[in-house]
C-alpha cells in the first residue's frame, strides 16, 4: 500500500509558473515509478507526466518543454514544475504510482486543483 498527498495547487494567471508536490509514504518509494495525470471538467482523465525510479522522464505533447518531472527519494517526494502555463492546463492534478511499461497507474492521491485564468 502506498499514501499519496499533492499539494501546491492553485490560481496562477496564464504564463505563470506552479511547482506541484506529491509526498508518498507506505511501501518503499524508491521502486516505483511515479507520475501526474489531470483532469479537466467534462474530460477524461489523462496522462501528464512520469519519472522512473532512476529518474528517465516521460512528458504528454502538450506539456513537453513546459513541465519538469523530479524526484527525491530520501524525501520520498516527487515535484512537477509548471512554467507558461496555459488556461487549457486547468484541471484537478492527480499523482499516481505509475506502471512505466505501460504509464498505467496504479495508487492515487487525492487530487489538487489547478486553475489557469486567461
Known amino acids: 500500500q502506498v499514501q499519496l498527498v499533492e499539494s501546491g495547487g492553485g490560481l496562477v494567471q496564464a504564463g505563470g509558473s506552479l511547482r506541484l508536490s506529491c509526498a508518498a509514504s507506505g511501501r518503499t518509494f524508491s521502486r516505483y515509478a511515479m507520475g501526474w495525470f489531470r483532469q479537466a471538467p467534462g474530460k477524461e482523465r489523462e496522462f501528464v507526466s512520469a519519472?522512473?525510479?532512476?529518474?528517465?522522464?516521460y512528458y504528454a505533447d502538450v506539456v513537453r518543454g513546459r513541465f519538469t518531472l523530479s524526484r527525491d527519494n530520501a524525501k520520498t517526494t516527487v515535484y512537477l514544475q509548471m512554467n507558461s502555463l496555459k488556461p487549457e492546463d486547468t484541471a484537478i492534478y492527480y499523482c499516481a504510482t505509475v506502471d512505466i511499461a505501460t504509464m498505467a497507474p496504479g495508487y492515487w492521491g487525492q487530487g489538487t486543483q489547478v486553475t489557469v485564468s486567461s
Open positions: 519519472i522512473t525510479w532512476i529518474g528517465n522522464t
